[in-house]
């Protein structure tokens, strides 16, 4: 954790005291904020190529629901810990950055960081609420199918309403047989 006095130092640098920092008195919007971002910064490049790659990782594995559920809960921890983060940035961002984008507001982190994260968490959800309503209709088919064959098991010759569903090769040959008794 940072010292009360290095967290001042930042303070009064995310305010537009320091050199590098960015005035956080002339963002009135999102879009004014990242128009001031400077997008050429090799690690800020590398932070899109990461939403690039988990876009792509959340896209692909959209089948594979264990690694999916990692990839979640590892994406979930990084916004987790998104605060931690902005605070060693914000006093490490010389070594890295060439201006100050990690004020104690977190709104930098959380719109380059954390809103794209939630975003490919929300889009996994997705995949899996879709996944889990296709795997209850396929439940409850079988469900309905396996009652209809019971129905017409009790019945004796299947006067069930579901007669397409049924196994047809289980029930002609006692049909054929209980016909062929009664002409004789």
Partial sequence: MASQEDMNAFSSQARGGGDDAIGTTEIDGVYTFLSHVDWSERWLQGVIVFHV???VLTILTRFNTSLQAFLFVALLAIVFFAENINEYAAMNYKYFSRLQYFYSGGLFISLVLCLPILINCFIMLIFWLFGAGKMLVKVKRAKLIRRARQDAAR???GEGDDTENKDTSK?????TTDE???SK
């Fill in 53 to 55: 790659l988990c876009l």
């Fill in 180 to 182: 062929t008794k009664k």
């Fill in 171 to 175: 029930t002609t040959p006692d049909v």
């Fill in 155 to 157: 019945t004796g010759e």
